[in-house]
């Protein structure tokens, strides 16, 4: 897939961040992805996937801070 998936949770309250990355995660086919960007390192959302999808996913870093961290997420299967 060409199209370029951004999700930039800076602005989006705390609460419903996780919940948004994890539903945007399971729509991908595999080998699509889409990159995340965030104020800080999510080493927690991380820890999240490497638990709830643990081998169907690979983590990227784009960028990291310390300001900004683009993060690229793909479904792996």
Do not use: C
């Not at 996780?18 to 965030?38: C, K, M, Q, W, Y």
């Not at 820890?47 to 709830?52: A, I, L, P």
Request: aromatic letters at 10%.
């Amino acid at each position: 897939m060409d199209e370029k998936r951004t999700i930039d949770v800076r602005r989006i309250a705390p609460g419903e961040r996780h919940p948004l990355i994890f539903r945007t995660f399971d729509g991908l086919a595999a080998g699509e992805s889409f990159e995340l960007v965030n104020d800080h390192d999510p080493k927690p959302l991380h820890r999240q996937f490497s638990v709830q999808r643990e081998g169907r996913f690979s983590w990227e870093y784009l960028e990291r801070g310390p300001g900004l961290w683009r993060i690229k997420i793909a479904k792996t299967v």
